[in-house]
């Protein structure tokens, strides 16, 4: 059992930064596939990034290119989606989700296990 908890979201103004932040607990997550979705309000959910955790191979969804980063700090098991030069359209609930095979990585019915989510407000 993989437990996830995300933080960091708010509100922020057009072209500032903000990182997320997802806590893992629980056992067996080392060669998990880590990942951030994203879901604005009345769309499906979207692929942001993922990241293999034990060798932290990277993978970008088209709107993360560019702009976002994901990386994770294994010392404290945390996961990171560092997000510059933010739009009003990157505004959207963020969750952070955990699977040991998620094939395909950009599909949100890979992932087994899900955080709350954070709420992330884009100000123009």
């Known amino acids: 059992q993989v437990r996830l908890v995300e933080s960091g979201g708010g509100l922020v103004q057009a072209g500032d930064s903000l990182r997320l932040s997802c806590a893992l607990s629980?056992?067996?997550?080392?060669?998990?596939?880590m990942a951030w979705f994203r879901q604005a309000p009345g769309k499906e959910r979207e692929f942001v990034a993922a990241l293999t955790w034990i060798d932290s191979i990277l993978y970008f969804g088209d709107s993360a290119k560019g702009r976002f980063f994901i990386f994770r700090d294994t010392f404290a098991n945390t996961l990171f989606l560092q997000m510059d030069s933010l739009k009003p359209e990157d505004t959207a609930t963020y969750y952070c989700?955990?699977?040991?095979?998620?094939?395909?990585?950009?599909?949100?019915?890979?992932?087994?296990?899900w955080g709350q989510g954070t709420a992330v407000t884009v100000s123009s």
């Open positions: 629980g056992r067996g997550f080392s060669r998990y596939i």
């Open positions: 989700a955990a699977d040991p095979v998620a094939i395909p990585k950009s599909s949100d019915g890979s992932y087994s296990y």
